[in-house]
C-alpha cells in the first residue's frame, strides 16, 4: 500500500507538472511537428528528433523534453502512417508494420489500420507509462542480469529469428544478413584500434552510419524504383475511410495488442535494438498463434499490424527506464535524448529521480498525454498527413529526397554521410530488382557489430574460456531457444509450409 | 642604426597600416568553432558556451565534426588558414594522447597549431564495483598483487582518457589487469556496475551521483589535486602515488601562424567569459574545473602531455588506425 500511495503521489506531481498550459501546448507542438517530419516517407524518429533537436534548445529544460517525447511519439506514429499508406517504413520497426498494413490499405481497409495502429500504441503507450513509473528502479536490475556473454546469446538468438521470419527465399535471407554483418565490420575494431575495410578514408573509420543504410536501402531505393515503374506504385491516399473499428477486428486485434504490448515492455529494456527487436518478436508470435488466419499473415491481417505496433510503442516506452534511472540510453533515439539533456544541464542518470523529480515525472506524465494526442488530435487529422502525401510525385519525390539528405547531413554535419546514403540507394535498387528483402540486411548490420563486441568481450572476461557461454544459465537458455528454431525450421514439413506462407508477398 | 631605405619605409609604413586595419576589424565575420565529438558532451558544451557569451561582435558558429578519435574535426581545423575565423575545441585526445595513438597522424598536433589558452580540466574518478573488498588505492594495489590479471577494467575505446588512466596506473603500479574496451562509458556501466568488470576511472560528472547513490564505490581521483566537485574523495597521487595525475581536458587553438594580436583578442574572451559567475556555476555542476591559462602555458602543458602519454600508451602497446 506504502508503494501504491509514493506511487501516486509521484504521478500526481508529474501530472501536475506536465498539465500546464505552456507544457501541454509543447507537448502537442512536439507531437505535430513529429507526425509532420516522421510521415515523410525514410525519416523515423532519430532523423526527426536530430533535425528538431536545435529548436529545443531555447526551452526551459522540462518544455524541451516534453517536446522531445512528443516529437518521438509523433514520429513513431508518422512511421507508420507511411508504412501502412504508401510501403515506405518511417522507421525500422515500421517494416514489419508494412508487411500486413500495406495490404490492408491495398484492400481498401487503411483506416482500420491506421486506427489499429493508434489504438494498439495508445494501449501500448499507457501500459508503457505505467510500467515505467511503477518499475522502473526495480526494472533496471533486470539489465544486470545480463553480461556480455548472455548480449551475444540473445543476439544469436534475434539473427536466426530474422531468418525465419524472413519471407521468400531463405538462401536470400540468410545472404543479405550476412551482408549486413560484413557491412557491419567496416570501422574501427573496439577491441584493438584496428581500421577495417575503410580504405585511408578518415569518415570510414567510425563505421558506416546506420542512418545512412536505412535511408539508402529504405528509402532513396524505394522512391527511385518507385519513379521507375510507375503504375506499380499504390499510395492508398483517398481509401482512408473507415477509422472506427468493427467489433470483429477489434475482438481480433485486441489480444494481439495486449500480447505485443508484454512482449515490448520487456524487450524495450534491453539495450539494443528493443523496438525494432520487439516488433519482430511480436510478429512472429502473432504468426505463430492460431491455425489458418484470416486473411494470412503478410496478407492484410489485422492482428500483423496490431501486435507489432503496439510491442514497438512498449519497447519506446520502456526503453526509457535504463535511461533515466541509469543514465544509459539502450538505442541511438535514447543517445539522442541524452544528447538533450546535456544540453540542459541535466546529466541523465539515477539523480534526476531524487534530485529533480518535478522533471522525472513530469516527463513520464508528459509521455502518456503524448500518447493520448496521438489518438485524440492526430488520428483525426489523419486526412491532413494524407494531403501531404497527395503531393504530386514529381514535388513530393525530390522533396522527400531533400529532407532524407537534410537528415542524413543534420546527425553528423558531415556531406560524406550524404554521399554513403546514396550509394545505399543504389544498392538498395540493386536489390530490389533482385528480389532480395532489405530488412534482414539491416538487422544483420545493427546486431553483427554487437554480436562481435559481447562474443570478444565475454572472451576477455572469461580469460578466453568459451564454455563460459554454456555455463551461465540465461545464455544457455537463449542458445538453446536458437537451436530450437533451427531445427524447426530445417524438418522438411515445415520448411514447406514456410515456403507457402511466404509465396504470395 | 642605419637609416632604412626610403621605399622600404614606405612598404613598411602601409604594410603596417593594413595589418593595423585588420587588427581592428578582426573579427569582421563569423567565427567558426570546430568540436571534434558530437553535440551533448563537454567539449559541445564550454563551445557553445562561448558562442552564447560571445560579445567579439561576430557570431561564433558551433561546428561539431565528430569521428576517428576528434583527429577528423582537428584536421579541418589544421589545414584552415591562420586568419582566427578557423579555431578548434581541442581534447586531451586531438592534442596530446591521439599522436601516440595513431600511427599516421592527419595533422601536426603541435605545429599545425597556434595555442589560444587552457580552458578547463577534469579528472577521473577510479570507482569499483561495491563487491570489490578494498576500499583505499593502497588496498586496490595488494589485492592486484595477490590475484595478478584477476581484475578487468573498462573503457569507452582505445585512448580515451579512461583507457589510459587504467594503463598508467598499471605501469604505474607494476600490477596486472585487463582493459575491456566499450563503444561508450555508458555501455560500461551496467557492466561495473553487475560486476563483469570491477573497475573503471569514469568521467568525474557521470560517476559522481552512482557514487553518491552508494552503487559504486570511489577509490582515489586522478587529478594534481582534489577537484571542487569531490573534495571528499583522495587523488591517486595522495595514497602513495605521487605525480600520478591523469586528465581530460578541453583548449582552444588556432591554425598555426594566426597573428599574436588576434590569439590575444581570443584569449581575452575566453578569459571574461568562463569567469562569468554563471558560467562559473554551470562548469561546477558539469565536473568541469576552470584553468583559464594563458597561450605560454598551454604549450608547455600540451608539450609535457605529449611526452607523458607517449610513453604510457606505447608501455600499453595500444594502438588507433
Keep these: 500500500m506504502d508503494a501504491f500511495n509514493t506511487l501516486m503521489a509521484n504521478l500526481s506531481l508529474g501530472f501536475a507538472t506536465a498539465f500546464t498550459l505552456q507544457n501541454l501546448v509543447y507537448c502537442f507542438v512536439g507531437c505535430l511537428l513529429g507526425t509532420l517530419i516522421g510521415v515523410l516517407p525514410g525519416i523515423g524518429p532519430i532523423a526527426t528528433i536530430a533535425m528538431l533537436l536545435p529548436a529545443t534548445y531555447a526551452l526551459p529544460p522540462i518544455a524541451a523534453l516534453i517536446m522531445l517525447a512528443g516529437i518521438y511519439y509523433g514520429a513513431q506514429y508518422g512511421g507508420s502512417t507511411t508504412a501502412i499508406l504508401v510501403n ?6 515500421s517494416v514489419v508494420t508494412m508487411l500486413d498494413g500495406y495490404q490492408m490499405a491495398r484492400k481498401g481497409r487503411a483506416g482500420a489500420a491506421l486506427s489499429v495502429a493508434a489504438l494498439g500504441s495508445f494501449i501500448a503507450g499507457c501500459f508503457g507509462t505505467l510500467i515505467l513509473a511503477a518499475f522502473a528502479a526495480p526494472l533496471a536490475e533486470l539489465a544486470f542480469k545480463f553480461g556480455p556473454a548472455e548480449y551475444f546469446s540473445l543476439m544469436v538468438l534475434g539473427l536466426i529469428g530474422a531468418v525465419v521470419l524472413a519471407s521468400g527465399s531463405l538462401i536470400k535471407a540468410i545472404g543479405m544478413i550476412i551482408l549486413g554483418l560484413l557491412l557491419g565490420l567496416v570501422g574501427t575494431d573496439v577491441n584493438t584500434g584496428t581500421a577495417r575495410f575503410s580504405f585511408g578514408i578518415p569518415e570510414l573509420s567510425d563505421g558506416i552510419g546506420f542512418i545512412s543504410v536505412a535511408m539508402g536501402v529504405f528509402g532513396f531505393a524505394e522512391i527511385i524504383t518507385n519513379v521507375d515503374m510507375k503504375d506499380k506504385r499504390e499510395t492508398f491516399t483517398n481509401k482512408v475511410e473507415g477509422l472506427i473499428l ?50 494470412p499473415f503478410g496478407q492484410g491481417n489485422i492482428r500483423g499490424v496490431a501486435g507489432p505496433e503496439s510491442a514497438n510503442n512498449a519497447g519506446a516506452q520502456t526503453s526509457f527506464i535504463p535511461l533515466l534511472t541509469l543514465g544509459i540510453p539502450p538505442n541511438a533515439v535514447m543517445a539522442l535524448m541524452v544528447g538533450a539533456m546535456t544540453i540542459h544541464n541535466i546529466q541523465p542518470g539515477p539523480q534526476v529521480m531524487t534530485s529533480n523529480p518535478a522533471l ?23 486526412g491532413m498527413w494524407v494531403q501531404l502525401l497527395k503531393v504530386p510525385y514529381r514535388i513530393l519525390y525530390p522533396a522527400i529526397l531533400m529532407f532524407c539528405c537534410i537528415g542524413v547531413f543534420s546527425v553528423n554535419n558531415n556531406s560524406f554521410d550524404v554521399l554513403i546514403t546514396v550509394l545505399f540507394g543504389v544498392l538498395g535498387i540493386v536489390f530490389l530488382k533482385l528480389g532480395c528483402e532489405a530488412a534482414p540486411l539491416l538487422l544483420g548490420f545493427i546486431l553483427g557489430p554487437m554480436m562481435e563486441e559481447n562474443l570478444r568481450r565475454a572472451m576477455l572476461l572469461s580469460r578466453g574460456d568459451p564454455t563460459v557461454f554454456l555455463t551461465r544459465p540465461l545464455s544457455l537458455v537463449m542458445l538453446l531457444m536458437a537451436l530450437a528454431m533451427i531445427v524447426i525450421i530445417s524438418l522438411p514439413a515445415i520448411s514447406k509450409k514456410r515456403e507457402e506462407t511466404f509465396v504470395e508477398e | 642604426m642605419k637609416p ?49 557569451k560571445t560579445t567579439l561582435g561576430q557570431a561564433v ?19 584552415a588558414p591562420g586568419d582566427g575565423y578557423t579555431i578548434v575545441m581541442a581534447t586531451v585526445g586531438t592534442h596530446s594522447i591521439n599522436g601516440a595513438l595513431y600511427s599516421k597522424m592527419p ?6 597549431f597556434t595555442p589560444i589558452g587552457l580552458i578547463a580540466s577534469t579528472p577521473n574518478l577510479l570507482v569499483v564495483n561495491n563487491n570489490l573488498p578494498v576500499k583505499t588505492v593502497p588496498e586496490l594495489i595488494t589485492y592486484m598483487k595477490a590475484n595478478p590479471n584477476k581484475l578487468s577494467f573498462g573503457s569507452p575505446g582505445i585512448g580515451s582518457s579512461i583507457h589510459v588512466s587504467g594503463e598508467l596506473f598499471k605501469s604505474t603500479t607494476g600490477t596486472q589487469m585487463t582493459h575491456v574496451p566499450y563503444k561508450g562509458r555508458q555501455f560500461a556501466l551496467p557492466d561495473l556496475l553487475g560486476g563483469s568488470i570491477q573497475l573503471m576511472f569514469d568521467n ?16 582515489g581521483q586522478t587529478g594534481a589535486k582534489r577537484s571542487p566537485s569531490a573534495p571528499d574523495v583522495p587523488t591517486i597521487a595522495e595514497q602513495g602515488l605521487p605525480g600520478f595525475e591523469a586528465t581530460a581536458w578541453f583548449a582552444l587553438f588556432a591554425p598555426a ?24 556555476d554551470r562548469l561546477k555542476t558539469l565536473g568541469l574545473d576552470p584553468v583559464l591559462g594563458t597561450a605560454e602555458e598551454l604549450a608547455k602543458y600540451q608539450a609535457a602531455e605529449i611526452a607523458k602519454w607517449a610513453k604510457v600508451v606505447k608501455d600499453s602497446g595500444a594502438r588507433a588506425d
Excluded at chain 2, 206 to 217: T, W, Y
Design chain 2, 4 to 52: 632604412m631605405k626610403p621605399w622600404k619605409a614606405l612598404v613598411g609604413a602601409i604594410l603596417g597600416a593594413v595589418s593595423l586595419c585588420a587588427q581592428a576589424q578582426y573579427p569582421n565575420k563569423p567565427i567558426r568553432m570546430v568540436v571534434t565529438f558530437p553535440t551533448g558532451g563537454a567539449p559541445d558544451i564550454l563551445a557553445r558556451i562561448f558562442s552564447e
Design chain 1, 246 to 295: 468493427s467489433w470483429k477486428d477489434f475482438k481480433e486485434a485486441a489480444p494481439a495488442i495486449l500480447r505485443g504490448t508484454g512482449i515490448g515492455s520487456l524487450l524495450g529494456i534491453l539495450p539494443g535494438g528493443g523496438a525494432l527487436l520487439a516488433a519482430f518478436a511480436s510478429y512472429t508470435i502473432e504468426k505463430k498463434l492460431g491455425k489458418n488466419p484470416q486473411p
Design chain 2, 61 to 79: 558558429v558551433v561546428d561539431n565534426k565528430p569521428g576517428a578519435g576528434g583527429n577528423i574535426g582537428a584536421e579541418i581545423v589544421a589545414k
Design chain 1, 88 to 93: 515506405l517504413p518511417g522507421e525500422s520497426s
Design chain 2, 257 to 280: 601562424g594566426t597573428p599574436k594580436e588576434v590569439v590575444a583578442r581570443l584569449q581575452g574572451e575566453m578569459q571574461r567569459i568562463y569567469k562569468l559567475p554563471d558560467v562559473q
Design chain 2, 107 to 112: 595533422y601536426d598536433m603541435v605545429k599545425d
Design chain 1, 360 to 382: 522525472f515525472w513530469g516527463m513520464i506524465a508528459s509521455m502518456w498525454i503524448g500518447n493520448l494526442m496521438l489518438v485524440i488530435l492526430n488520428l483525426p487529422l489523419i
Design chain 2, 204 to 219: 568525474m560528472p557521470s560517476a559522481l551521483p552512482l557514487v553518491k547513490e552508494g552503487k559504486l564505490r570511489a577509490l
